[in-house]
């Protein structure tokens, strides 16, 4: 009966470590998904860009029980599409091997604070208290979706869509304003 017991142990402890693997993969994914999304999206297009974030995915996927950590994954998954978008790339023909990825030319550093500055009053201006302080809490201090649920006492899935309309309403108003 003992040995039973110590197997048993185990199978729970497996099940345990294989379902922190899967929060930390797919944790990492959410977090990310904006981002990979836009950064492949630049150089391979929108669809070709949004098959390699789940090809990424279910890649990793197989991979789950060798994660440790949540950083981890998300150096997993980063590598991973930065690789995939690069084999689309190869298979256009829009980069040979030995060429380097093209680089997006990042913004001039002077104009860095004065867009900070106008993002931070169309959304100091015109986001709803609530809506200001969830959108904050998420790109500012890098809080997840489910801890702000939480902590405003709504639906992960509510926050999802508050977050989501206050990036669209403070995007366009800033497209508006500057072109």
Known sequence: MKKLTGVVAKRSRRRLISEMNQD???SAFRRLHSRLLAGSRRLIGDDEAADALQEAFVRLWGRRTDIREKS???GMLITTVRRLTIDSLR???KLTSKEEIPEADPPPEDTLPDLYEQVSAIIAEKLS????EILL?????GWEFDEIAEHFGL???????????????VRT???NRHG
């Open 155 to 169: 639906s992960e899935g509510n926050v999802r869509l508050i977050v989501s309309r206050a990036r669209k309403t």
């Open 72 to 74: 981890q994954a998300e």
């Open 129 to 132: 208290g609530r809506d200001r």
């Open 173 to 175: 108003i800033y497209t």
């Open 24 to 26: 930390f993969l797919t």
């Open 91 to 93: 298979r256009t023909g």
């Open 137 to 141: 809490r998420r790109d500012r201090d």
